[in-house]
Nanobody, 124 residues
Framework: VQLQASGGGLVQAGDSLRLSCATS????????LGWFRQAPRKVREFVAA????????LYADSVKGRFTISRNNANNTMSLQMSSLKPDDTAVYYC??????????????????WGRGTLVTVSS
């Protein structure tokens, strides 16, 4: 699967922003999807994940209640709706994929396919 994130930009603290990830690949393959981010001078960290059927999601504690992950397999897209953004959310956001468990098993460590990121900057 190939991945391309988009939707980043410059927003103010408290604003909302929606990121999208377009996926493409072999027809019929199933995979979990996730979002990760890397802030300047920090290691990449897990943000959220969703399994193939969309009925299981996982969030980092730092974004729980503020971010919502979703996917549309018919359109080959995944989204991350971010609200109540904070300056600490500033980072390059990457979408990722995992074939673990036929796309039904998700964990922060299961992802090994990465797309190009999109920059989110939250000003105070």
């Amino acid at each position: 699967v190939q991945l391309q994130a988009s939707g980043g930009g410059l927003v103010q603290a408290g604003d909302s922003l929606r990121l999208s990830c377009a996926t493409s690949g072999r027809t019929g393959s199933r995979y979990g999807l996730g979002w990760f981010r890397q802030a300047p001078r920090k290691v990449r960290e897990f943000v959220a994940a969703i399994n193939w059927s969309g009925d299981t999601t996982l969030y980092a504690d730092s974004v729980k209640g503020r971010f919502t992950i979703s996917r549309n397999n018919a359109n080959n897209t995944m989204s991350l709706q971010m609200s109540s953004l904070k300056p600490d959310d500033t980072a390059v956001y990457y979408c990722a994929a995992s074939y673990a468990g036929g796309g039904y098993y998700i964990s922060s460590s299961a992802f090994n396919i990465w797309g190009r990121g999109t920059l989110v900057t939250v000003s105070s």
